[in-house]
């Protein structure tokens, strides 16, 4: 089972570390191996939220998201993404960005230095959006109840949610301009960048995000239709099919997925330049990585690892919301690369640690959930 599903991964990790050799000798192959740990510790709450949506699809398109998924994830994410967001923010040429990349890497991590406000500002505000969203719910399954008891109420209140990713937006906004003003103001029109970034982050998540929501809730009611209707459509020889619908949710929950994916993304590409300025190095040690990440996802589904241990997709949320808070702090301040790895590992670690206790007192109480939720200590 290991084997079958992270096959994959390991042959790209034996190709990339012997690439990373042959490019830049046994220098170059510690820096990959750094980056491809750097990204999996940075990724592994993508891996456990990817799980959650990744269920909801059928086989066909748990290869997509393999395939399909990884080449996106891969080489647009980890190889086009840095050389775009250069050639943007310098005004340069695709053709210009990849020369600079290659000829001129001081230069270019400087452009990409450069640009990294508005890069964590649309990625803060979608991966912000997603913690609101999951924290605002009410839910039969709660780990931390002395928070989420009482936000659950105020997710009652209408867009609660988008009021406050704005209001946050706001007053990131807002101190990255006055702090540019006391500077000098080099950086003061960017506040304006800052701002429109975010709001962009907030639209992707919400046209996406919409989207993916209502192709699935149609699904589900064709599902509802088709079992009404099943014994009709054999005696008339025309089953029902649902597999154009089923096709445009899954699509657009892979497409939801892979906007996600980008988000996390931002992290793992501005971390990357701290270690390596090489472009080819940072695509070989990142995109194994992101190898990983899509095996752990699937992984996760196959063994129905969220359904035995219920607190892991909270957790994942938690460090989804911490992660954003760490993005949208870096647009002024920096913040070490280490802490941001480590803070998603321990709260996923941390909520699944909650679930074997739970799991636990369930056992003890002979299949109690009531008694074992009380018992969780959470």
């Not at 959650?52 to 990884?70: D, E, H, P, R, S």
């Not at 280490?338 to 996923?348: C, H, K, N, P, Q």
């Amino acid at each position: 089972m290991v084997l079958k599903t992270f096959g994959w991964s390991f042959a790209v990790t034996a190709i990339g570390l012997v690439a990373a050799v042959f490019y830049g000798g046994w220098q170059a192959f510690g820096i990959v191996a750094i980056l491809s740990v750097l990204e999996i510790s940075l990724s592994f709450d993508n891996a456990v939220i990817n799980a959650g949506i990744l269920k909801k699809m059928n086989a066909f398109w748990q290869k997509i998201f393999l395939t399909v998924g990884v080449l996106i994830a891969v080489f647009g994410m980890r190889l086009v993404f840095p050389v775009v967001i250069v050639a943007i923010s310098a005004q340069l040429g695709p053709i210009e960005a990849i020369d600079l990349s290659f000829n001129d890497p001081d230069r270019y991590k400087e452009l990409v230095t450069d640009a990294h406000p508005s890069i964590a500002a649309f990625g803060g505000m979608f991966l912000l959006m997603i913690f609101l969203d999951f924290i605002f719910e009410d839910r039969d399954i709660q780990w931390l109840r002395w928070i989420e008891r009482p936000l659950a109420k105020l997710g009652k209140v209408d867009m609660l949610s988008v009021c406050v990713a704005l209001i946050v937006l706001l007053i990131s906004a807002m101190t990255f301009a006055t702090h540019a003003h006391q500077h000098g103001g080099g950086h003061a029109d960017k506040a304006s960048t800052v701002m429109l970034s975010g709001i962009a982050g907030l639209i992707t998540y919400l046209v996406v995000g919409g989207l993916s929501g209502f192709f699935e809730n149609k699904l589900e009611e064709e599902e509802e239709r088709e079992q009404e209707a099943e014994e009709e459509a054999k005696k008339a020889g025309k089953p029902v099919s649902g597999v154009l619908l089923a096709g445009k949710a899954a699509f657009f929950m892979f497409l939801y997925l892979e906007v996600l994916d980008a988000s996390f993304s931002f992290d793992g590409v501005i971390g990357a330049f701290a270690i390596t300025n090489e472009i080819v190095l940072m695509a070989l040690g990142l995109g194994i990585g992101a190898m990983y990440v899509r095996s752990l996802t699937v992984y996760l589904v196959r063994q129905g690892t969220l359904d035995d241990y219920v607190y892991l997709e909270h957790g994942a949320h938690y460090a989804i919301g911490a992660l954003a808070v760490i993005l949208l702090v870096t647009i002024q301040y920096e913040i070490n690369e280490l802490i941001t790895g480590s803070v998603g590992v321990i709260l996923i670690g941390w909520s699944f640690w909650s679930s074997v206790r739970r799991n636990k007192a369930i056992a003890a109480a002979g299949g109690g959930d009531s008694k074992a939720e009380v018992s969780s200590g959470v």
